[in-house]
C-alpha cells in the first residue's frame, strides 16, 4: 500500500507564490508517474500538473500553463508543484496521485494512489 502525503498549502494574496510538496511511502517512488488535481467547492476534480518516470515530460493544464511548475527528487521521494502569479480561481484543495501505469496523465482514472489534499486560498 502506498502512502501520499501533501504539505505547503495555506492562505497567500493575489500574484502571490507557494510551493507544494507530496511525499510518498510504502512504494518506488521512481517508477511512478506523478500528478496533480485540485477540486474546489461544488465541482468536479480538475487535472493540473504531471510528470513522467524516466523522460520527466511534463503536462500542464491550459489554466496554469505558465505559471504552474511540477517536477520530482527520486532521491527524496517526493513530488513539488511551484505555483507563481497566484489568482483567486486558483482556490481549492490540492491532491498529489500516483499511477503505475499512466497512459492518460490528465484522467483521474489513470491513478492508483490518492492524498488527503492540502488547501489553497487565494485573496483578491
Known amino acids: 500500500q502506498v502512502q501520499l502525503v501533501e504539505s505547503g498549502g495555506g492562505l497567500v494574496q493575489a500574484g502571490g507564490s507557494l510551493r507544494l510538496s507530496c511525499t510518498a511511502s510504502?512504494?518506488?517512488?521512481?517508477?511512478?508517474?506523478m500528478g496533480w488535481f485540485r477540486q474546489a467547492p461544488g465541482k468536479e476534480r480538475e487535472f493540473v500538473a504531471a510528470?513522467?518516470?524516466?523522460?520527466?515530460?511534463?503536462y500542464y493544464a491550459d489554466s496554469v500553463k505558465g505559471r504552474f511548475t511540477i517536477s520530482r527528487d527520486n532521491a527524496k521521494n517526493t513530488v513539488y508543484l511551484q505555483m507563481n502569479s497566484l489568482k483567486p480561481e486558483d482556490t481549492a484543495v490540492y491532491y498529489c496521485?500516483?499511477?503505475?501505469?499512466?497512459?492518460?496523465?490528465?484522467?483521474?482514472?489513470?491513478?492508483?494512489?490518492w492524498g488527503q489534499g492540502t488547501q489553497v486560498t487565494v485573496s483578491s
Open positions: 496521485a500516483a499511477a503505475r501505469n499512466g497512459l492518460i496523465v490528465t484522467n483521474t482514472r489513470a491513478y492508483d494512489y
Open positions: 510528470i513522467r518516470r524516466g523522460t520527466y515530460n511534463t
Open positions: 510504502g512504494g518506488t517512488f521512481s517508477s511512478y508517474v
